[in-house]
């Protein structure tokens, strides 16, 4: 069975600089945690764990994140193969995270062009 033990307030300040992404929205991903989309493409969301965000970037960013931020930035087999970087809870600057979201939102808007 998966822990599933989170608290939204974790989230908040991912959702606060995500919303004001255009075209962004409140939504609920696994097991009810929060998450920010942009129309219907997940740009982030709190883990059910309570202990992770993922976010999506692309990958040339993330091994960049993964290199320069080792305290925040890590990724799980899971992810390996996706364009999504996590980070732990409470471990980052606000000026990694709206990096980490606007590569994300970039990333999104590149897919949608293609």
């Known amino acids: 069975m998966k822990a599933i033990n989170f608290n939204p307030v ?3 300040p991912v959702r606060q600089i995500a919303l004001q992404f255009p075209d962004s929205s409140d939504s609920l991903s696994h097991y009810d945690t ?3 989309k942009i129309k219907k493409n997940l740009l982030c969301r709190l883990h059910e764990n309570g202990e992770w965000i993922a976010i999506r970037t692309d990958f040339e960013s993330r ?15 899971h992810y390996k193969e996706y364009p ?7 471990s980052y600057s606000k000026e990694l995270l709206k990096e980490v979201l606007e590569t ?8 949608k062009r293609k």
């Open 10 to 12: 974790d989230f908040e």
């Open 34 to 36: 929060p998450s920010v």
């Open 63 to 77: 091994e960049r994140f993964l290199e320069e931020y080792p305290e925040s930035c890590f990724i799980t087999p």
């Open 84 to 90: 999504y970087i996590c980070l732990y809870v409470n």
């Open 104 to 111: 994300g939102f970039n990333a999104i808007n590149e897919k």
